[in-house]
């Protein structure tokens, strides 16, 4: 096991009808003037924004609000943020919404806090000290935004889709209400459920041995998301289904699944360029490239590979043949993403082969010519997983 | 699932030699003026109060010290050292130790705070608003009480061992470095692993459906805790078990297993009484009182103990006779807490079956008649509990 340093200091408010606590949050955690920042027309149709600022007005806090966040949130909804922050000497940023709307907040939070261009903490150009505080209110049990210290942002300016993290932007608080997730389309369902799995996924492939109470944990959250996400496909009303899965999201990506062990991240990397070019949902992306990764690095430790078959999809473990068990449980991982309906391969994503030179040429492996991670990868093999993808 | 707040803010720094960080750590979290509180000489001996003196110093922090905190810490402990930050003008309370010196330094951040007798809040006259931050340096895996908003003090007015709640005494931060657990007997090792696995069983057993997630994380843990601790039994110097055993003792007891559900904690209740009497460790009157618990209480929910028996101790489950599975997965646990050398009886704990009924009046069932949890318990039920544990 590595050294490690694990903080995740974000108030998590969970269950039903607790949007109306937030009010109070705000009050409890130093804001007077708060930015409601959100995505589309949903939770003004839903109603959900009504509730939020009834609770905010209630709290004696003043507001003033930011919608129009989209899907893969741009850089050019955040300048407009960072602006009327600073107009409205906003001490306090609420996202209403899934992980496009909060990671949106999470970067008009640092840019208003630095001189530069917010943009220097996602180019890899500078690190953040200080944001404004963050507070979310979830309608999608998906991105694990709204306990990650973690923020991905496109910019328009040449369509690259890249991270920052830091302490800093850990959300104060995080309002869940399974409740709000109800009304979700099965393939939105679906997709938030793949990415869950997929944090998990990339911190569970390490290098890192002996790290036996994660590799538990991870697992734990797997086998809880392998149970209860068949149940809301079936029935979107399913509290307690949704309820699990939110809270899922939530352990999945604070890194408590993670600690003390080298992490991989490069299905995420190799899918962002997906939903950067082609703007379909991240999960989807995920499910087409996380499968096609697995295939393609098997080897590199195939016993790490039968462990997740044999204590997450229940395989039998091969002893004669482990690879085979492995391939067991990749092949059981893709069974699954199908069964859930997601797509698995390029054409279902609607992703097109003629294009893979550019997408290797914008995933930019930097100075060194490779990644880190699990299996370090080269321009090559990264176009050998787009094309297994295929 | 059931409506919840979970709120770990605590800072957790782990790995080897992380002691050398709590100058800086103390630091960041605004203290300027340091009570270090610990209990024997090991950590004199062990060079360990040096370094963290060392540390503190580079950092610019000063510093007074109150050692002397017993194992099962006493009320007398507490006035002394409330007394001694009052005269100190200390800000920020570091406690170098296991559970004991962590709860008696809670005690004491409460107690600074507050115009009554700090045991108010612990026999439920009051409850804690405020506190002194505390810090805390570990030295065995056990109580939790690193990453717990919890602290138990026993009153020396009668012996009575009573906890208190809340989140003003949770650590801001924690160092937990595995090597200063490699020094531990294998009798204490094994106490602080039960501690931990009971830590688990008392949130599992549960009348909250539907909690899949939380179910998961609590067989997670124990799985660890039944892999890694035989390996530190036979080799105390093996890093990577004690590892993996000092960061199951803070997820067993932060309480991300226990979100979302009524919890038991009626096991701790009646072994508290053991220990306040005997003083005894804690971990031992669990392994005495927590499978005794178990089969007296198996009918209210058989299948739920079938289903620990079956994903923790992986018994085959018996669809013709659920109860014989639940009751092999109790028996699983008993064997392993005999084969830890952790005792199994009242003899070998050295308590007496002629006491029962003095361990029976002072558990206080207050003024109900019935403890809550899992399964209400009368006078009578705590009663045949102890005897079941002759």
Known sequence: MENFSFYSPTKFVFGKETEGKCGALVKEFGGSKVLIHYGGGSVKRSGLLDRVKTSLADAGVQFCELGGVTPNPRSGKVYEGIDLCKKENVDFILAVGGGSAIDSAKAIAMGVCYDGDFWDFYSGKSRPKKALPVGTVLTIAAAGSEGSGDSVITHENGMLKRGASGDCIRPKFSVLNPQLTTTLPAYQTACGATDIMAHVF???????????????LCEAVL????????????????????ANIMWAGMVAHNNIVGVGREQDWNSHGIEHELSALYDCAHGAGLAVIMPAWMTYVVDHNVMRFAQMACRVWNCKMDFSDPKKTALEGIAAFRSFLKSIGMPINFSELGAKESDIPYLVKTFGLGETGKTGGFVQLTSKDVENIYRLAL
């Not at 990339?202 to 538990?216: A, I, K, L, M, S």
């Not at 079936?234 to 509290?239: A, F, V």
Request: charged share 35%; no cysteine; aromatic share 8%.
């Open 202 to 216: 990339e911190r569970y492939f390490t290098n890192t041995t002996d790290v036996q109470t994660t590799d538990r």
């Open 223 to 242: 086998l809880s998301m392998i149970e209860e996400t068949p149940k809301v496909i079936k029935d979107p009303n399913d509290y307690q289904a949704r």
